[in-house]
C-alpha cells in the first residue's frame, strides 16, 4: 500500500468537499442530483457519511480478522440478506443529515474526521493493514468478498468520487 498516495487522496477529499460546501449557493444545494433522489447537499452529508463510518468499519475489521473464517462470511451473507433495511437507512440518514446539519458543521466534522484518518493510518503496519475481513458486496460498489484495512483506507475517497460525478452544481 502507497501509503502517501492514501494520504494525498484523502487530502484531496478534503479540500474538494470544502471547497464544494463554501462554493455552492443554497439554490444549488436544494438542487436535485444527477442520478439519485438526494438534494445536493443531501449527497455531500452522504459522501461525508462515507468518511466517518470509516471508525466502525476498521474496528470491525479488525475483530473479524481475529476470529474463523466461517464467523466472517456468515457475517457477510447476513448483511447481505439485510440490503434492503440498509438502503432504506442509508437514504433516511443522509436525507436527514443533509437536510438537517449546517454547512459549517459538515466541514468541520469532515476536517476532524479526515485528520483523524490520517492519524491512524500512520499507527497502521504492514501486517495490521494486510487484516480484513469478508464484506456485503450488495451494499456499495467498491464492497469487494474480502477486503483489507488497506482497502477500507482507500473506500470513502472511491466512494466519494464516484458521487460527486452526480452532483448538480455548476
Request: positive net charge; aromatic residues 10%; glycine residues 6%.
Amino acid at each position: 500500500m502507497d501509503r502517501q498516495a492514501v494520504h494525498d487522496d484523502l487530502e484531496r477529499t478534503r479540500t474538494a468537499f470544502c471547497a464544494l460546501l463554501d462554493s455552492a449557493a443554497r439554490d444549488e444545494l436544494r438542487r436535485r442530483t444527477n442520478g439519485t433522489r438526494w438534494t445536493n447537499r443531501q449527497l455531500l452529508f452522504h459522501m461525508l457519511l462515507g468518511f466517518l463510518i470509516m471508525r466502525a468499519l476498521l474496528a470491525l475489521a479488525r475483530i473479524m480478522a481475529r476470529l474463523p473464517g466461517w464467523v466472517g462470511r456468515g457475517w457477510a451473507r447476513l448483511l447481505d440478506a439485510g440490503t434492503k433495511p440498509f438502503d432504506a437507512a442509508n437514504f433516511v440518514g443522509s436525507w436527514l443529515g443533509g437536510s438537517l446539519m449546517p454547512r459549517r458543521a459538515m466541514i468541520v466534522l469532515c476536517d476532524r474526521t479526515i485528520a483523524a484518518m490520517h492519524r491512524r493510518l500512520e499507527r497502521e503496519n504492514d501486517s495490521s493493514l494486510a487484516t480484513g475481513m469478508p464484506y456485503p458486496t450488495r451494499w456499495d460498489p467498491y464492497f469487494q468478498d474480502f477486503m483489507t484495512l488497506a482497502d477500507l483506507y482507500r473506500f470513502p475517497v472511491q466512494h466519494f468520487d464516484f458521487h460527486r460525478e452526480q452532483l448538480s452544481l455548476s
